[in-house]
């Protein structure tokens, strides 16, 4: 894979963890940069990972993985959505931020955008890409559209207040749905 297209599909891939990083931005009344790190360094992490273990297990990987991959990510996904839609309708603006980074929740948002990273890591072998240059390049390029994505959401939630973390939620759920039927052969972006 040329720079072009590695630096290509690091964006695509980390687009879905940018969209969910303005949702977590979204939650918080104050920006707060730990909160940023953590949640910018977990989603990048999780991006670098995947294509290493892709590229570790291609063997079986896409004959395992792909078939459900778009099933997991649309659960877990549309889960955290709904969830958060009825918390912010059942607590409404006071409940944003009070209860901190659930660091359940972000591993859960960390995989569910991460899947399709492992099929990525199976095209490492095909194309004889260095698998450390690309995921390192996947994982900073993740961090920084993360980290923004937070700091947009942040100052988006402010603007909008009580009506953020319903969007945020719906956001989720349209992720979710997008993947699936990507995967389905449905839509095609």
């Known amino acids: 894979m040329h720079w072009i297209e590695l630096l290509s599909t690091a964006v695509a891939l980390a687009m879905d963890a940018f969209a969910v990083s303005m949702c977590r931005g979204l ?20 991006q670098a990972v995947m294509p290493l273990i892709g590229y ?19 659960a877990l996904l549309a889960f955290i959505g709904v969830k958060m839609i009825a918390e912010a309708l059942k607590g409404g603006e006071e409940r944003r931020e009070e209860e901190g980074l ?11 955008t991460s899947i399709d990273a492992l099929v990525v890591g199976v095209t490492f072998v095909a194309t004889e890409t260095n698998v450390w240059l690309g995921c390192g390049v996947i994982g900073a390029v993740t961090f920084a559209v993360c980290a923004l994505g937070v700091f947009i959401g942040n100052k988006a939630g402010n603007r909008f207040s ?6 945020g939620g719906a956001v989720l759920i349209l992720i979710g749905l997008k ?7 449905v839509i095609a972006f």
């Open 27 to 46: 939650e918080m009344k104050k920006l707060n940069i730990r909160h940023l790190f953590l949640i910018a360094l977990t989603f990048g992490l999780f």
């Open 56 to 74: 570790g297990v291609s063997f079986w990987l896409e004959e395992v993985i792909e078939p459900i991959d778009h099933w997991v990510a649309f």
């Open 102 to 112: 659930h660091l359940k929740m972000l591993l859960l948002m960390a995989i569910a």
């Open 162 to 167: 009580g009506k953020a973390e319903i969007f």
């Open 179 to 185: 993947i699936l039927l990507e995967h389905l052969g």
